[in-house]
């Protein structure tokens, strides 16, 4: 499998075109925007896009889906079904943000704890992790040791909890039960600024590093 990633809209979020070698299926990750810098990257590497992947509904990881959809015939796979209430309100928070007009929509498949994804060839593990928005999820390639987690955990710091139906709690224990298992060895890309792995945040993030938790 292999990524690319570019980060789009005024806030720098990190989407990821993910393909497939043999087959050069693909799918992006997290279209927030700028879909004319994404497509034209699609393009250029020759790939067939065949879905969309999404985290969580906030606007940077979200806005652009269902254009994106409509244009390339896309199936939109995630995020879990308790961030419908975030895609309902695409819309006017485009708006009040000044990103172009978003519609609403309804993915073709809710995601939750256990499902798979594929693309191509390839199999993605989906994880539930709630805290920074109910419906989060998190999408892990085993061979490869890859995550893709959207706003749930970045290099040095955790997702913001105080939106609603956010929760601090809940989201130290989806970091640390049920993505800090994955393994130390794993890489993940976070929403936003620079890769990281696991088993560096367990040793240095400052909210949830082993020695914080005895
Ligand atoms: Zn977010
Ligand atoms: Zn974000």
Redesign the pocket.
């Given at each position: 499998m292999k990524a690319l990633i570019i980060p789009v809209t005024p806030?720098q979020?990190n989407c990821s075109v993910i393909w497939d070698e043999r087959s050069k299926r693909a799918a992006v990750v997290d279209p927030g925007g700028d879909l004319d810098r994404v497509l034209a990257e699609v393009d250029r590497e020759g790939l067939q896009l065949e879905k969309i992947l999404l985290t969580h509904g906030?606007l940077?990881?979200a806005a652009a889906t269902a254009e994106l959809a409509k244009l390339r015939h896309l199936k939109i796979e995630g995020p879990h079904r308790d961030d419908q209430f975030w895609i309902d309100q695409l819309p006017e928070a485009t708006q009040r943000f000044g990103f172009p007009p978003a519609a609403a929509f309804t993915p073709d498949r809710w995601l939750e704890q256990g499902d798979q994804v594929s693309v191509g060839d390839q199999i993605l593990e989906v994880r539930h992790c709630p805290g920074h928005t109910p419906g989060h999820v998190i999408f892990f390639h085993p061979q490869q040791k890859f995550a893709w987690v959207g706003?749930v955990i970045f290099a040095g710091s955790i997702g913001r909890s105080d939106f609603p139906r956010g929760d601090h709690q809940t989201l130290v224990k989806s970091i640390r039960e049920n993505l800090f298992p994955l393994g130390d060895d794993v890489r993940f890309v976070p929403?936003?600024g620079p890769l990281s792995t696991f088993g560096q945040e367990r040793q240095t993030n400052p909210f949830v590093a082993d020695h914080r938790f005895g």
């Open positions: 806030f979020q906030h940077d990881h706003d929403g936003h």
